[in-house]
């Protein structure tokens, strides 16, 4: 795809030969909302088969119990900085990059962002090894109380820590192909995530006692396992579109400069939404065994409609409006905002009543 083609390209005013302009930005969101919430679907299917596995293996005991904390560490930091703020700074420059200077900066800016986050996670994720049980003992300091519980946590965390490195670059391939107009295969590949943790279960839980770890280590190794598959689904996809990584960290670079500025109010807001999830936990983890795993699945529940209509039409409209801010189309990013809150709208308002029905009466 040229970058003639970028999303939002098509006019959103009269053209010049007096012709009125063609309805491409709003049935492009439709298609593309419509294939992220189809990829979404798939994915929260085969995240529930996850669950009935892993409630198949574990239940909702002192295991479950642990790597539910233990993945709710690093993946704080994950919706934190790697997923949430990045891919809302990264996503937009990119764009600006293609649409403005041409596909050869946009490569440059998006292999120099690859490398800093690789870096950066790195660094990270060794803290956190490092760190892993005070960390522990500050979010779930109530297992110290059961044996072996809370230092089962600390292993599993440690374990894990190092998905932050592959989930941040799978969430840059994401904001790269978005940009470009690909969005079925980066929304698919939270399925990857989910295929690989539910053949770590199966696969590896067996095994762990054999090699002196515990079985919910399977799991652990399960998740590195689902992050990689996460970011190799969309390798092949890059390349395709001429994307060669060479590693290679410009901290001179003025994109990546502007991503880490455009990050900070994007960590400000989602700060608000962590810091209710890490509260939820630490109050569960004081409230008996299995209560963090069943909250787990209750968010599960809830976050399915916001994944599959909130997130799938916000992250079709926002390469489209970022390509309509580089050309300044004022009127084409109004009209997909509207576009994009109608649908939004609609489909909430389809679903509410299905889901007051379905309430038990008080």
């Known amino acids: 795809m040229s970058s003639s083609s970028l999303p939002g390209d098509a ?20 298609r593309s909302a ?15 088969a996850r669950d009935v596995v892993y409630a198949w293996l574990f239940g909702a005991g002192n295991q479950m119990d642990a790597f539910n904390v233990a993945f709710r560490i690093p993946n704080l930091v994950r919706d934190l900085f790697a997923e949430g703020a990045m891919s809302a700074a990264f996503v937009p420059t990119f764009t600006r990059h293609l649409a403005t200077q041409g596909r050869d900066d946009a490569w440059r800016l998006g292999r120099n ?29 109530g297992y110290a109380s ?13 374990i894990m820590f190092p998905f932050l490195v592959l989930v941040a670059v799978a969430v840059a391939c994401m904001g790269m192909l978005n940009a470009l107009g690909h969005f079925f295969v980066p929304a698919l590949s939270p399925a990857l995530f989910n295929v690989g943790a539910i053949i770590g279960a199966i696969a590896f839980v067996p095994v762990m006692p054999l090699v002196g770890l515990p079985p919910a280590a399977g799991l652990a190794f399960g998740t590195l396992l689902g992050g990689l598959g996460q970011a190799a689904i969309q390798w092949p996809s890059l390349r395709r579109e001429g994307f060669r990584f060479r590693f290679g960290v410009r901290l001179d670079d003025p994109g990546l400069r502007e991503v880490l500025i455009l990050m900070g109010p994007g960590t400000v807001g989602l700060a608000a939404v962590q810091i209710n999830q890490f509260v939820n936990t630490l109050l569960a983890t004081g409230q008996g065994t299995g209560a963090v795993s069943w909250l787990n699945y209750a968010f599960r529940l809830m976050y399915l409609p916001i994944g599959l209509f909130g997130v799938s039409i916000a992250t079709a409209a926002v390469p489209t409006m970022s390509a309509q801010a580089a ?8 009209a997909t905002i509207s576009s994009g809150l109608r649908r939004s709208s609609v489909r909430i308002a389809t679903i509410s009543p299905a889901s007051s029905s379905s309430r038990s009466p008080a």
Do not use: F, N, W, Y
Request: proline letters at 7%.
């Open 34 to 48: 419509g294939l992220i919430g189809l990829a979404t679907m798939m994915s929260r299917v085969l995240g529930l």
């Open 327 to 334: 050309r300044e189309d004022l009127a084409g990013m109004r």
């Open 11 to 30: 006019p959103a005013s009269p053209s010049a030969e007096g012709q009125p302009a063609a309805p491409a930005p709003s049935s492009r969101l439709a």
């Open 146 to 158: 059961v044996a072996g519980k809370l230092e089962l946590t600390v292993l599993l965390t440690r």
């Open 113 to 141: 962002v690859i490398s800093a986050l690789v870096v950066a996670t790195l660094v990270v994720s060794a803290l956190g090894i490092v760190l892993a049980e005070p960390l522990t003992m500050l979010l779930a300091g």
